[in-house]
């Protein structure tokens, strides 16, 4: 999962400390998660989920289909 999270910080030019200020979680534990030191818990992934609404939640978890969401 941590480069999927690596990828949503590319797709939206953010920097660690950025995405954790948006997702409401300490910059260190973001970076902790992208170097592969910790997995991110439930209440992380549904405050990223619940921030980017356009990210697909199968993909994020599982790594299963594209990074959006598909349209209604």
Do not use: Y
Request: include cysteine.
């Amino acid at each position: 999962m941590n480069e999927r999270i690596a990828e949503i910080l590319k797709k939206e030019n953010l920097s660690n400390s950025q995405f954790a200020n948006l997702v409401g979680i300490q910059a260190s534990a973001v970076t902790h998660i992208i170097n592969g030191r910790n997995q991110p818990s439930l209440p992380v992934i549904q405050k990223i989920l619940d921030t980017f609404r356009w990210i697909n939640p199968e993909w994020l978890v599982v790594g299963i289909g594209e990074m959006c969401r598909k349209a209604p």
